[in-house]
Nanobody, 127 residues
Framework: QVQLVESGGGLVQAGGSLGLSCAAS????????MGWFRQAPGKERGLVAV????????YYADSVEGRFTISRDNAKKTVYLQMNSLKPEDTAVYYC????????????????????WGQGTQVTVSS
């Protein structure tokens, strides 16, 4: 198991940028696939971006493709989400998630595939 703590959320104007971080604690991190998900009021939690534990395979929701970038630093036990060209519809609570993976280049795109979650960080984009 890993414990996850997100940081970096806040309020930004449309067109601006924010960077989120997710720090993991625990004995191992490098064999965990990671993901960012988000949940807006009244909506289900959904995919933002996911990354394999080796960091060489990523997948994005169509709505953020080309604007957001997920990355990880296994030595620092941290995964990042750089968000550019933010839109009001990006407003949500953003959650970091982790799960063990037997495949170094595998990723998992649905929330139900993850068993470790952070507490979430609010991102608000004003128009």
């Amino acid at each position: 198991q890993v414990q996850l703590v997100e940081s970096g959320g806040g309020l930004v104007q449309a067109g601006g940028s924010l960077g989120l971080s997710c720090a993991a604690s625990g004995r191992t991190f490098s064999n965990y696939a990671m993901g960012w998900f988000r949940q807006a009021p009244g909506k289900e939690r959904g995919l933002v971006a996911v990354i394999s534990w080796r960091g060489d395979n990523t997948y994005y929701a169509d709505s953020v493709e080309g604007r957001f970038t997920i990355s990880r630093d296994n030595a620092k036990k941290t995964v990042y989400l750089q968000m550019n060209s933010l839109k009001p519809e990006d407003t949500a609570v953003y959650y970091c998630a982790a799960r063990r993976s037997n495949w170094p280049n595998g990723y998992y795109a649905t929330p139900s595939e993850y068993d470790n979650w952070g507490q979430g960080t609010q991102v608000t984009v004003s128009s």
